[in-house]
């Protein structure tokens, strides 16, 4: 009698379950952002957001909760009702690099989430000051190997990203370089340009007005596939470097428990706005790759990013904060 009232009770959670996600949404849908207005991350937010709310004839409201790298963000979205109306566009940060680089987090990346779908990625650019004299990453190589230790590369400080994609390069290229960390991006970029550090790893956005005027040479994009926005500049891999990958990226996801039929049409919605040529254009602009995969895809591309960032992060003997 007990196991058939569970099947019984089972039963009708998934009729219920599959009745709200048919009639989802019935009301505003909140993404939580981490970083404050003007970002990338928080573009792409006001980018989707909107679409969705144009396909759905709810509101999507961005809420920005900037602080402790994405931390603050993804624990209000962990302990959130698993409901479909509280989302989060997170970052590799937030969910790959930041369980190695912090002695605890409150929520786990993997168990306390649903991935909805990897929204976008983004290259870093490797730029060299035109007085080193190398013309490709090979010949970068070649005189870090030549000079030990005696090229530096800035990034906007320890734990960042373009401080990550340089102990990644050192690493698989086999090379010594001292890293260079400052407070944001552009005091890094200003000492390179000055030519008081050798190198830097910069998104295509920011770094594309000093390419242009000659003040910095761009060898390499450092995703897995060319980009867009710089179609002429190699891959790391096709550079020469076995193995490097170091794109940002940005996903939406949802807390866990949120019943599968949501996440499927939240994915399914996405997706269609991704592949759309209108975003298309628009992210591209922005020097941005849009993506666009399943739930289990995205599942699988956090679980390798902090697996992979792992093995850097202990490399380098960068301690957890």
Known sequence: MRAMQMIIMTAALATTCSAAA?????????????????????????????KLAERWGQQVLVDNRPGAGGTIAAEL?????????TLIMGTVASFATNVSLRKSLPYDPVLDFAPISLVATQNLMLLIHPSVPAKSVKELVALAKRQPGTLSFASAGNGTG????????????????????YKGVAPALVDVVSGQVSMTFASIISAMPQVKNNRLRPLAVTG???????????????????GYESATWYGLLAPAGTPADIVTKLNAEVVAILKSPEMFDRLSKEGADPVGNSPAEFARHIQAEIEKWRKVIKAAGIRPS
């Open 22 to 50: 048919q009639n989802y949404p019935v009301r505003p849908i909140r993404i939580v952002v981490v970083s404050t207005p003007g970002g990338s991350v928080d573009t792409l937010a006001r980018t989707v957001g909107p």
């Open 77 to 85: 979205v962990a302990k959130a009702p698993p409901d479909g109306y």
């Open 162 to 181: 373009g401080h990550l994609s340089g102990e990644l390069f050192k690493l698989l290229a086999g090379i010594d370089m001292l890293h260079v960390p």
């Open 224 to 242: 897995a596939q060319r980009s867009r926005a710089a179609k002429e500049l190699p891959t790391m891999i096709e550079a020469g470097v076995q």
